[in-house]
T-cell receptor, first 108, second 113 residues
Framework: QKEVEQNSGPLSVPEGAIASLNCTYSDRVSQSFFWYRQYSGKSPELIMSIYSNGDKEDGRFTAQLNKASQYVSLLIRDSQPSDSATYLCAVKRGQFYFGTGTSLTVIP | DGGITQSPKYLFRKEGQNVTLSCEQNLNHDAMYWYRQDPGQGLRLIYYSQIVNDFQKGDIAEGYSVSREKKESFPLTVTSAQKNPTAFYLC????????????FGPGTRLTVL
């Protein structure tokens, strides 16, 4: 079983819609969770971190964490074409463990 | 500006050659990491270091070597023993605490000719 699993997509949403990205992790002791955005040919950029159950909002981004279900998600409201990228979920337990990423395309 | 720098941006290597990729950070972070990313795939951990003069193997350390003589620097050598070294190499750093975020450098794209 992989440490972190994501649906690879691709996920396509129209401009202005809500994009929902999901991630599950295997180890219950994991405490720190992160979402990165990676544009094609570029390095990952940290967009959200979340440590406690519940929601954390930052602008158009909301991260949701459910430790009982071992599930973390990222919602992008009012999606823009510039949000088109691969989104990586990461979990820290000593070292960092990354999912393979979900490719998102926002259609103008 | 604080950040992580990697050089070179692009690197071409002939088979049988060793090459060294540079990574420097001025964020005062204790921990540094090297990842490899292949097209359409996730990040795979090569080596990481939590403190100076100490480092640990990641999932795919074979054919690679590192050193950590200074807090700011964590160079990666890709040796001729690495069978398929063509990839995008990413250096990252974080504070060593439990919840601390990890930040990435711009990456080095290595191509073996």
């Amino acid at each position: 079983q992989k440490e972190v699993e994501q649906n690879s997509g691709p996920l396509s949403v129209p401009e202005g819609a809500i994009a929902s990205l999901n991630c599950t992790y295997s180890d219950r002791v994991s405490q720190s969770f992160f979402w990165y955005r990676q544009y094609s040919g570029k390095s990952p950029e940290l967009i959200m971190s979340i440590y406690s159950n519940g929601d954390k909002e930052d602008g158009r981004f909301t991260a949701q964490l459910n430790k009982a279900s071992q599930y973390v998600s990222l919602l992008i409201r009012d999606s823009q074409p510039s949000d088109s990228a691969t989104y990586l979920c990461a979990v820290k337990r000593g070292q960092f463990y990354f999912g393979t990423g979900t490719s998102l395309t926002v259609i103008p | 500006d604080g950040g992580i720098t990697q050089s070179p941006k692009y690197l071409f290597r002939k088979e049988g050659q060793n090459v060294t990729l540079s990574c420097e950070q001025n964020l005062n972070h204790d921990a540094m990491y090297w990842y490899r990313q292949d097209p359409g795939q996730g990040l795979r951990l090569i080596y990481y270091s939590q403190i100076v003069n100490d480092f640990q193997k990641g999932d795919i350390a074979e054919g690679y070597s590192v050193s950590r003589e200074k807090k700011e620097s964590f160079p990666l050598t890709v040796t001729s023993a690495q069978k398929n070294p063509t990839a995008f190499y990413l250096c990252a750093s974080s504070r060593a605490g439990g919840g601390d975020e990890q930040f990435f450098g711009p990456g080095t794209r290595l191509t073996v000719l």
